[in-house]
């Protein structure tokens, strides 16, 4: 079954959270869901949660009696809680935090869902950075001089840029080939289009406003 949402929605995944996390996103979404342990964040901020979503391992019992009326089990293995999130949320955007701090699998297991999930449009945010998913047109307005970094999750052609320091033009990727960090923005505005694979742009956390008014 699909959960549907008209606006944004606010992800809480079970790593370290800064309260400060919680206040940037929530002038965007007007949802807040749980990924599994990503209910105790919610909880010690006393959050109000539209659902928590997972196999719920990773939630203590105080916390799943205070959720539930929201609980939506699912004890499939072979996906992670990120996952069967992505799998049964419908909204114009996902913002999600707490899964970019933490364990390194879990980080680099959520840049493969990223890649994975192409229908959803989703935005992490880090305590340095935003990630999402590049889509086939992306027209961002970063100021000048803006770190941006695009990364491959496997092939990717038909690359072209506007507005970087490195043009991405014509250059094929890969994670065990050609890569873009530390690229630069020299315009106010940039365009990236990837015709085809999975490219994921990174830029500072700063520019989370910027990023989703993209989306």
Do not use: W
């Amino acid at each position: 079954m699909r959960t549907r949402f008209e606006k944004p929605v606010l992800l809480i995944g079970g790593g370290p959270v800064e309260r400060s996390q919680y206040e940037e996103v929530a002038r965007f979404a007007t949802s807040v869901v749980a990924a599994d342990g990503g209910a105790e964040v919610a909880a010690r901020y006393e959050l109000p949660l539209s659902a928590v979503i997972g196999d719920l391992d990773s939630v203590s019992p105080a916390v799943l009696a205070s959720y539930s009326g929201c609980l939506l089990r699912n004890s499939d293995q072979n996906t992670t809680d990120f996952e069967k999130c992505l799998a049964v949320i419908e909204a114009p955007l996902l913002i999600g935090i707490g899964f970019l701090a933490g364990r390194l699998d879990h980080e680099l297991a959520a840049m493969n869902a990223l890649a994975r999930y192409s229908t959803q449009k989703v935005v992490l945010l880090g305590a340095r950075d935003v990630v999402f998913r590049c889509p086939a047109r992306l027209e961002l307005a970063l100021p000048q001089n803006t770190r941006l970094s695009v990364f491959p999750m496997g092939p990717v052609k038909g690359l072209r840029s506007e507005g970087l320091d490195y043009t991405l033009d014509g250059l094929e990727m890969a994670p065990d080939g050609v890569i873009g960090t530390s690229n630069r923005t020299n315009r106010d505005k940039q365009v990236i289009e990837a015709a085809e694979g999975a490219l994921l742009v990174i830029v500072p956390r700063r520019h989370l406003p910027k990023v989703v008014a993209a989306l």
